[in-house]
């Protein structure tokens, strides 16, 4: 069975319409264009972890997995509907679009929540970095390696003399 491509997030009807991802609804699938792949679509899949690009170019099917830490950060720039969000990767063609609008406040409250959910900074065309993003939170338990419980209720034992060890004695072995 093949697996599905169904659009996520909240991807607009039309094809006026501008792309819009929700930040807080991941895992999200949706197709995205690409001048060089067959068709001029390719399938992007993102999570908290990594984005999974599947497109074919000239009949030969690839998928591309990209660990989300590898990009450089969330990027804001200037299109012709407007600003647009894009997660950016040292290869260009690697990039993908998060969001287009041409509302400047909801550029801003989405832009910082992607770059905190990614743990990536913001990036401006103009200016190289806008703001770092919130740290990383843990995702292990921080007294994970502590004791548990019940050997932490117990005493550990220890030898007020050493093993009796009798010697010179004769042994006592059972045989038939």
Known sequence: MRRQY?????????????????PLSLPVCFEARDTRADGGFRHIEINRERVLMRRAVRGMRMT???RIREFLGIACRETDEGQALVLTHRDPSL????????????????WSLWSDLFALPQI?????LVREPATRRRRHNAI???????????????VAQGAPVHRDEREIIARH
Request: a negative charge; hydrophobic letters at 30%; zero cysteines.
């Open 124 to 128: 401006d065309e103009e200016n190289d």
């Open 6 to 22: 169904g659009v996520g997030g909240v991807q607009p009807a039309g094809s006026g319409r501008n792309l819009r991802l929700d």
């Open 144 to 158: 994970r390696l502590r004791r548990p419980k019940f050997l932490v209720r117990r005493r550990a034992g220890h």
């Open 64 to 66: 591309v997995q990209v």
């Open 95 to 110: 990039s993908v679009p998060l969001l287009v609008s041409d509302d400047g406040d909801e550029i801003e409250q989405i």
